[in-house]
């Protein structure tokens, strides 16, 4: 059997997507591994109805739903190439070939890659994260840090003041601020550090002090670390796909990429903000550009 679509990651854009695939009666194979990047993360945010649920929760809800639609079927598997074939594209497993497609929509998501400091991965996604959209509610008014080693870090320190005003800003020993930008800061009581930090110290998920390279220690309870997105699987560049400014896989209003048959959505297409609900939207949006081409192509085919 050749799927019309086969949507690689079981993420919320690739849920979304089956799901309005599913709705438009498309046979679709929707292939995951089940090893979500927020499975530590206790609860998503800013996503209405939503509010506060557990990423567990969500894909296990997201999954009644989807499998209501008798036309999606559910691999659990490993992806481990895409590839360009004469009916469309073959998607293989560590056993070999699995599905074969006439469209592919990469909903494979990001990685995030943080910066090595000792002490970080206990407390990541207990009392230290990296959007503060998702939980800054939940840090309000705390002493707070924010880490960066990115020109972002100007706007992100800005932002936080949302939340806190008591507020600790690092750049762990990169010029991620300007001189201008330090002394805005500064007149806003903001302590700037620009020494590399040495760890981060606290028990049980919870965040005490930062320890500096010079012995310095300073009391913070929670705070957010900007990371580094990059794509989370390589099947984007192998297929030739052309890719954004910041790495993201370029797409039109459509999701379509710039490789024919190919889609992308989701933290894939634009790698940050990463939300829940920009990734939901954004699977919907490609589902529907995808169903469209299926559409085009298969109504002009009746016509021969």
Known sequence: MIYD???IGGGPAGLNAALVLGRARRRVALIDNNRPRNAVTHASHGFITRDGVTPTKFRRVAYEEVRRYPSVDHLQTEVTSVNKIESGFEVHDPSGPRVQARKIILATGVKEVFPKIEGFDPLYGKSLFNCPYCDGWELRDQPLVAVSEYPTLFHTAKLLLNWSKDLLVCTNGQASLSDEQKKRLQ????????????????HDGQLEHIRFVDGTHIPRTGGFVTPKFVQ???FAERLGCEKTETGGVKTDESGRTSIPGVYSAGDASYLSPSQVVFAVADGSRTAMGVNKDLTEEDFKKDEM
């Open 232 to 234: 989370s699987t390589p």
């Open 187 to 202: 007149s806003k009581g903001i302590r700037v550090m620009e020494q590399p930090i040495a760890s981060f110290v606290g």
């Open 5 to 7: 679509c086969a949507i």
